[in-house]
Nanobody, 122 residues
């Protein structure tokens, strides 16, 4: 069983940066791919980024490519999402999630955090 706790959200202005953190507890963290998803009000949950267990493979949604960077520290059981050049359309609750697969589908993730709110004003 894996527990995930996100932090680092907040209210910022367009163009600002935020760094989200996800603390994981449980076994086999380094064997789990990790993903970040976001859920805006009235919208479907959306894939943002994923990273393999080793950290060597990463993947991003087109909407965040070149602005967001996912990383992980397996010695600390942490996953991060560095978000630069934030836009109002990035406003959402951001969740980290863990999977033993390699997928962008939310249904493929076994464990989820409660989420952290990111609000970007224009």
């Amino acid at each position: 069983h894996v527990q995930l706790v996100e932090s680092g959200g907040g209210m910022v202005q367009a163009g600002d940066s935020l760094r989200l953190s996800c603390a994981a507890s449980g076994r086999d963290f380094s064997n789990s791919a990790m993903g970040w998803f976001r859920h805006a009000a009235g919208m479907e949950r959306e894939f943002v980024a994923r990273i393999s267990g080793s950290g060597r493979r990463v993947d991003y949604a087109d909407s965040v490519k070149c602005r967001f960077t996912i990383s992980r520290d397996n010695t600390q059981n942490m996953v991060y999402l560095q978000m630069n050049s934030l836009k109002p359309e990035d406003t959402a609750v951001y969740h980290c999630a863990a999977t033993y697969a390699w997928t962008v589908l939310a249904t493929g993730y076994n464990y989820w955090g409660q989420g952290t709110q990111v609000t970007v004003s224009s």
